[in-house]
């Protein structure tokens, strides 16, 4: 079975610092990873995914994870945070496509002025 | 035009009554799955409905059903609601067998609340 976990349900940083989110995987198989943000009051939007192609994978607002096999890791990345980044971010994967994405507990980006 | 569309937005309604929420997506995505995000933000999947197949998601109860008229729609009927099933709902789709569209496009979501 996969699953992924999410380290820290909240991190906090200061506007201009770097951002890094944790997210380890478990998968008896090759898996897809998927990175996700939920603004307040707002459904999900895609914000990387890596599906075998290149390790570091490059997303939308300036994000990226890098997928490290050995360390079982996708950890999400950004230089320089911005008040906009304050969100909730969720890891997820599948194994075998799109079908069925299992999702870490998410963690709560605030952004501090 | 919104590519994944859930309504209602909102819903309040009163324990032991039958509910709806109907999601349409305009994707051509072949497969689509119903979400429920608890309290504490925690996302899991209730059901992956493509026209072929339905996965239904062992933990769900039975008052949870389904309903596809077409390809395009997948809506949740819920009967006998309880106060546990207030969280919001989230509708998603997905192409399964084209990796250049892996990962799921959501709609805004259904905050159910149950009085």
């Known amino acids: 079975a996969q699953s992924v976990t999410q380290l820290g349900s909240h991190v906090s940083v200061s506007e201009g610092a770097l951002v890094l989110l944790r997210c380890n995987y478990s998968?008896?198989?090759?898996?897809?990873l998927f990175w996700y943000v939920q603004y307040p009051n707002q459904g999900l939007q895609l914000l990387l995914k890596?599906?075998?192609?290149?390790?570091l994978v490059k997303g939308i607002n300036g994000f990226e994870a890098e997928f490290k096999k050995s360390e079982t890791s996708f950890h999400l990345t950004k230089p320089s945070a911005h008040m906009s980044d304050a969100a909730e971010y969720f890891c997820?994967?599948?194994?075998?496509?799109?079908?069925?994405?299992?999702f870490g507990t998410g963690t709560r980006l605030t952004v501090i002025p | 035009d919104t590519a994944v569309s859930q309504t209602p937005k909102y819903l309040v309604t009163q324990m032991g009554n039958d509910k709806s929420i109907k999601c349409e997506q305009n994707?051509?995505?072949?497969?689509m799955y119903w979400y429920k995000q608890d309290s504490k933000k925690f996302l899991k999947i209730m059901f992956s409905?493509?026209?072929?197949?339905?996965?239904i998601n062992e933990t769900v109860p039975n008052r949870f059903s389904p309903k596809s008229p077409d390809k395009a729609h997948l809506n949740l009927h819920i009967n006998s609601l309880e106060l546990g099933d207030s969280a919001v709902y989230f509708c998603?789709?997905?192409?399964?067998?084209?990796?250049?569209?892996?990962?799921?496009?959501f709609g805004s979501g259904t905050r159910l609340t149950v009085v």
């Open positions: 994707l051509g995505h072949d497969t």
């Open positions: 997820a994967v599948s194994v075998g496509g799109a079908n069925n994405l299992f």
């Open positions: 409905y493509n026209n072929k197949e339905l996965i």
């Open positions: 998968s008896s198989v090759p898996p897809y």
């Open positions: 998603a789709s997905s192409h399964p067998g084209n990796p250049a569209h892996y990962g799921y496009t």
């Open positions: 890596y599906t075998s192609a290149a390790t």
